[in-house]
């Protein structure tokens, strides 16, 4: 059945309660202590008894992870993040889909606390007073990602709208007179969150409210999600155009179809940039210029900043909003070949 | 609150048990009269009160969902899937992953036993009588998918080994001299499950087994992690070489080594051929040689045989062998320019 903790205990001669702060990551212990602990637990192959640490300590050691769905590379990359940092920690993570359905978030965070998970990271669909009471109203330790909903609440993300500025002051960099921004969200304002997807188109029109005057650059928005059928009827040769996408799925959608169907040079006849920096990027060509942040970090933050919580037995409503969280993660452009 | 069963029961001037027949898509019941129904449900956007049903059939509603990871981009559509497909029957899904680490996957399976999840799709990372003796000691309906365990087990999937089989003779056609067969799973032979892996590999072996006396092919396995590593101390050159890889994520990988570090053209210096068909091989060039599957089928066919477990309220026990089911879903060799 594998080592226990009294076993780790006695080996290390201290007590179970130390050897707990060591596995846990709790304070008061010496830095020599931890390390020799955590030592012996690796040598013997220490498992934690998740069973027996909920009973004991009166949760289920789970908590759901609540996404739009898998498509879009940068979600599974948040998601397998997330289920290796609460792994760690000693959690279980239930991933439920809300295919961006706000009927469909409800019905999903009503099963997770009716199931009594220990907290929820939640990336919302939903926003506005009546969800954030909702919310409340669950009494389970949340935290939000990237879809901020407001000062209430915990909050992991990157700053999405100073993170575009910079992307497009990029562009401009290189001359382009007219940009064309992609994003198909912008057409659910005011029905559901979009928060880091209007973030990121403000921060666009940031970069281009502060063009010197004498410049002159256009700007096209497309906001339906057949953005490909609007692109075809677009003269995107005619000036020096740069396609700007709000994320990397499109940018990869909108390669393919300048590449190979309209039969244009990338970035010679046409430039293009994403946001996210996901992973298969690294098989496309040509390298598509991005933004970058490290999504395992945001991950990984979110479960720390969740566990926090849960551990320290704060419920939603104990928190005031002054001590309420927000880890902003870095961000980086990276210059591919694309523009 | 939205429209009932009730309502739809009286608008319709039927019972509510054929409204529920309707909409659960059970026979007694005529075809107009169904159409009448599920016409009325769609126009007062009906939703079904998940947490009354519950109730009322002494469920809870959820099936879960046991995968490896979502690093392999086929996992990720899987889940997409079988979460789009269950929800479309009232049910909701819990992704869990393994990390394809045995002791995680049976932690995850008493978890989803233990908050008394419906049914389960499992992919299984053990195997062996004793893990079979576990999976029934749960009593929860169980389907597996992709690694079969045995005859005990309703199972979905394709046949990997006819599959590999066919592309490798589709490779041999070409005339290629050498084989180069990248599964690093194959290293886990008789420590994990590596079903799918294994019956690959059999099929290319099947495929090799039937070349001509006069003709002389070479293969050699690589079953190192680390397959870039091994690939760079190998004159790929000298002999006319295919590189076949037991998933697309492994085609990937080589690709990018082989075209952007060493420099070689493909198909022209050496081939490639790729097993899944991903969805992002859409923007990949060249484009991949592969065997495609319907991941959505086999997604829809794994929820479709658990609810009907399920709702036939059949445990694993009472199912002899004979009525187990295998759903094996069609594949294709889908031709690219990579070989």
Not at 13 to 36: E, Q, Y
Not at 270 to 290: C, M, N
Request: aromatic residues 8%.
């Amino acid at each position: 059945m594998g080592i226990t903790i009294k076993d780790i205990a006695r080996i290390c001669n201290v007590s179970v309660g130390t050897v707990d702060r060591a596995l846990n990551n709790r304070p008061g212990i010496s830095p020599k202590t931890k390390a020799r602990i955590l030592q012996v637990a690796k040598e013997y192959n220490y498992r934690p008894d998740y069973v027996a640490q909920s009973l004991a300590r009166g949760r289920t050691m789970t908590i759901g992870l609540v996404l739009f769905d898998l498509y879009n590379r940068s979600f599974a990359q948040l998601a397998n993040a997330v289920e290796a940092s609460a792994r760690k920690r000693g959690y279980s993570v239930d991933l439920v889909l809300t295919d961006k359905d706000p009927a469909i978030e409800k019905e999903v965070l009503n099963r997770l606390h009716a199931r009594k998970s220990d907290g929820i990271i939640l990336f919302p669909i939903n926003e506005g007073p009546e969800f954030e009471e909702y919310l409340q109203s669950l009494g389970t330790p949340i935290v939000t990602i990237c879809n901020r909903l407001s000062d209430h609440w915990d909050y992991v993300g990157i700053n999405d709208r100073q993170a575009m500025k910079e992307a497009t002051q990029h562009v401009l960099a290189q001359g382009y007179e007219h940009l064309v921004y992609i994003c198909p969200p912008l057409a659910y304002r005011g029905v559901t969150n979009i928060y880091t997807q209007e973030e990121r188109y403000q921060g666009c029109l940031e970069a281009l409210a502060e063009v010197p005057e004498g410049r002159k650059v256009s700007l096209e928005v497309i906001e339906d999600k057949d953005y490909v059928e609007v692109l075809r009827r677009m003269p995107l040769e005619e000036q020096k155009t740069a396609i700007m996408c709000s994320c990397d799925a499109y940018a990869l959608e909108v390669m393919h179809y300048v590449q190979y169907e309209r039969q244009l040079r990338v970035p010679d006849d046409v430039g293009i940039i994403g946001f996210d920096s996901i992973d298969v990027l690294k098989y496309i060509r040509p390298e598509l210029t991005t933004v970058e942040y490290n999504v395992e970090q945001m991950g990984c933050e979110a479960v720390n900043l969740l566990l926090e919580r849960i551990e320290s037995a704060g419920s939603q409503k104990d928190v005031t909003v002054k001590e309420r969280k927000q880890r902003i993660i870095d961000y980086k452009i990276i210059q591919g070949n694309s523009l």
